[in-house]
T-cell receptor, first 113, second 112 residues
């Protein structure tokens, strides 16, 4: 089936540094999402993105977070600066449109030390 | 406050039995309820989904029973196989494709 690719699969970063998580969504999809899952807890919505704009974001999407998809390339989540509580698995997802199936990537495990 | 709640963190059944995974929700605006299956090291994959206008959705060995009045639903996996061992997430949204609110997941183990 359609694949959402996330690069890298693991990332370890020093607190205060910047990190960019990359996502290659399904090729013809138009809606993009980031979800965060802390170990042992449920997956939580961060943000969704359509037509170059953030459509909705949750309280977890702090000011230090930003997303973009320049010129149809990777859909990225940038965290600057990182904090210890940002350690989690971040899942990227995409869908063709509203009312269609959402496909998830395998996640990027971010460890902030 | 958990808007989507899965009553069991883990469930073990024998091969061939029917596994029943339960889910409840609080937001009356939710009208789309997908179940995702996740294997270790993988992302969640859509297994089956139901809209609130229906009370049952069947796809092969997987069936969702939905009770709008009680705000709960269950996933039944008939003739469980060891390969069904995974974590199952109940999710909900006010519109398919909009943001999903996930439950905490139920880790299913099917013993041969």
């Amino acid at each position: 089936g359609p694949k959402v690719l996330q690069i890298p699969s693991h990332q370890i970063i020093d607190m205060g540094q910047m990190v960019t998580l990359n996502c290659d969504p399904v090729s013809n999809h138009l809606y993009f999402y980031w979800y965060k899952q802390i170990l042992g807890q449920q997956m939580e919505f961060l943000v969704n993105f359509y037509n170059g704009k953030v459509m909705e974001k949750s309280k977890l999407f702090k000011d230090q977070f930003s997303v973009e998809r320049p010129d149809g390339s990777y859909f990225t989540l940038k965290i600057q600066p990182t904090a210890l509580e940002d350690s989690a698995v971040y899942f990227c997802a995409s869908s063709l449109g509203e009312g269609t199936e959402v496909f998830f990537g395998k996640g990027t495990r971010l460890t902030v030390v | 406050q958990q808007q989507v709640r899965q009553s069991s963190q883990s469930l073990t059944v024998w091969e061939g039995e029917t596994a029943i995974l339960n889910c409840s929700y609080e937001n009356s605006a939710f009208d789309y309820f997908p179940w995702y299956q996740q294997f270790p090291g993988e992302g969640p994959a859509l297994l089956i989904a139901i809209r609130s206008v229906s009370d049952k959705k069947e796809d092969g060995r997987f069936t969702i029973f939905f009770n709008k009045r009680e705000k709960n639903l269950s996933l039944h996996i008939k003739d469980s196989q060891p390969g069904d061992s995974a974590t199952y997430f109940c999710a909900a949204s006010a519109d398919a494709g909009a943001k999903l609110t996930f439950g905490g997941g139920t880790r299913l183990t099917v013993r041969p």
